[in-house]
């Protein structure tokens, strides 16, 4: 069941569902705030625990509306697109053989049948930018499942809005998010052993943190780094 009420001139979107603890979030880039809680959650309750949150909610805002955020892509010659926390132009030539091709580590050369098709550009890029993740995932992922001694089933990768990844327990599942390959190797690498720790430990809590300090003694360093970037919050 979802409903909306407003405190503060803040839209709060209300679920209730089966489960058993109150979760708040903080979605850019326009801040909704949404709650989850358990179904037999009384209104009020739900009320009084967003006002002794609104200190936060608004800080969270804030930094939101403070944050860089990437233009929207239109493809054309001379844009700038990024890999592995480099820096690239973009250049489009015409071809019958679809193909992207770094070149003099300055410029994404992409080769498309159609250079005023954007889709057909985007697709591409894509397609390359998932091709170029699973092949360092491929590398990453088993050194980092070895050092943590989990039953990991498998990863996968996909576009999400708000979360850099993503864990599903009862599959030993991890899904990573395919913007990463636009960042530093240590922050894939810190995202891919999160996710990891999450099938040994479920909360973010104490133990949950010995274990990162264990297998990433700088993990907070580069959590940090990340937070600059614009994806969701949790509180």
Known sequence: MQQVITIND?????????????????????WRVRVATPSHTDDEVIRLLIISKLTWIKKQIKKFLSQERETTREFL??????????RYLLRIHKSD???????????IDLYVKDPDS????MNLL???YRLEFKKMLDLITPK????????LAEF???????????????????????????KDKKHIEYVVLHELVHLLERKHNDNFKAYM??????????REDMKKWVLSVSC
């Open 97 to 107: 053989k679809l193909k992207v091709e770094l070149k003099n580590k300055k410029y």
């Open 144 to 151: 980092l499942v070895e050092m943590t001694w989990v039953d």
């Open 10 to 30: 803040i839209n709060v979107e209300i679920f209730k569902k089966n489960i058993k603890n109150i979760h708040l979030w903080v979605y850019p880039p326009y």
């Open 126 to 128: 894509d397609k390359w």
């Open 118 to 121: 954007s889709i057909q550009k």
């Open 156 to 182: 996968r990768i996909r576009n999400m809005k708000t979360r850099w990844g993503s864990c599903n327990i009862q599959a030993k599942r991890i899904w990573l998010n395919l913007e990463l390959i636009k």
């Open 77 to 86: 010659n001379w844009e700038s697109h990024y890999f592995l926390w480099k």
């Open 213 to 222: 300090d264990r297998f990433m003694p700088n993990w907070r360093e580069i």
